[in-house]
């Protein structure tokens, strides 16, 4: 199983660039998360969504947009890099809501991203 | 929103060696999870916890919810189980997502 596939693993952006960090997940999850981490702190999020076409936001979700097209695709898009934005953003899927039942979070393996 | 305390933030020991990690939170919870973050970076879910206790080989979380209080034990600790260990809790609202500790850096020598 490929479980939760992210991509690109590194990137470098220059401020005011676009990208989208690309998160799959082939285990038919309804819920899927984005989230930052940042030196010496803990994993905040910043947008999530809970089935195709719904999604919200998170703690943190200035500079950043989403998309829930499809089950198993939750790109996320950051419009105009800010050096504010340099981070490592991790993607995350599970079943249903992290409080419910034996419920454990499957993540990604992180993108470094770089804004300079 | 709630407060999550993680105890100690670094630790080194010895292979062999009983390890605890600690959490406290200041809000009540639904649920919640201990996570392993490898060097690497990639993040695997250890366990979720709504009451009691769970083990699974050498590891062992306890939750006790009217302390607000979880625990993480790792037995006959392995150079392997070196990483960061992090506890993060659910709380009523999924909007809230999870609220993460710092983390504990785990650092076992052979």
């Known amino acids: 199983n490929a479980g939760v596939t992210q991509t690109p693993k590194f990137r470098i952006l220059k401020i005011g660039q676009s990208m989208t960090l690309q998160c799959t997940q082939d285990?038919?999850?309804?819920?899927m998360y984005w989230y930052r981490q940042d030196p010496g702190m803990g994993l905040k999020l910043i947008y999530y969504?809970?089935?195709?076409?719904?999604?919200d936001k998170g703690e943190v979700p200035n500079g950043y947009n989403v998309s829930r097209s499809t089950t198993e695709d939750f790109p996320l898009r950051l419009e105009l890099a800010a050096p504010s934005q340099t981070s490592v953003y991790f993607c995350?899927?599970?079943?249903?809501?992290?409080?419910?039942?034996?419920?454990?979070?499957?993540f990604g393996s992180g993108t470094q991203l770089s804004v300079l | 929103k709630n407060e999550v305390e993680q105890s100690p933030q670094n630790l080194t020991a010895q292979e062999g060696e009983f390890i605890t990690i600690n959490c406290s939170y200041s809000?009540?919870?639904?649920?919640l999870h201990w996570l392993q973050q490898h060097p690497g970076g990639g993040i695997v879910s250890l366990f979720m916890?709504?009451?009691g206790k769970k083990k699974h080989g050498r590891l062992i979380a306890t939750i006790n919810i009217q302390e607000k209080h979880s625990s993480l034990h790792i037995t006959a600790s392995h150079p392997r189980d070196s990483a960061v260990y992090i506890c993060?809790?659910?709380?009523?609202?999924?909007?809230?997502?999870?609220?993460f500790g710092k983390g504990t850096h785990l650092i076992i020598q052979p």
């Open positions: 969504s809970v089935g195709a076409g719904i999604t």
């Open positions: 995350a899927s599970s079943y249903s809501a992290t409080d419910r039942g034996n419920e454990k979070l499957f």
């Open positions: 809000v009540g919870i639904s649920a």
């Open positions: 993060a809790v659910s709380g009523s609202l999924l909007a809230d997502g999870l609220t």
């Open positions: 285990m038919n999850h309804n819920y």
């Open positions: 916890l709504s009451s």
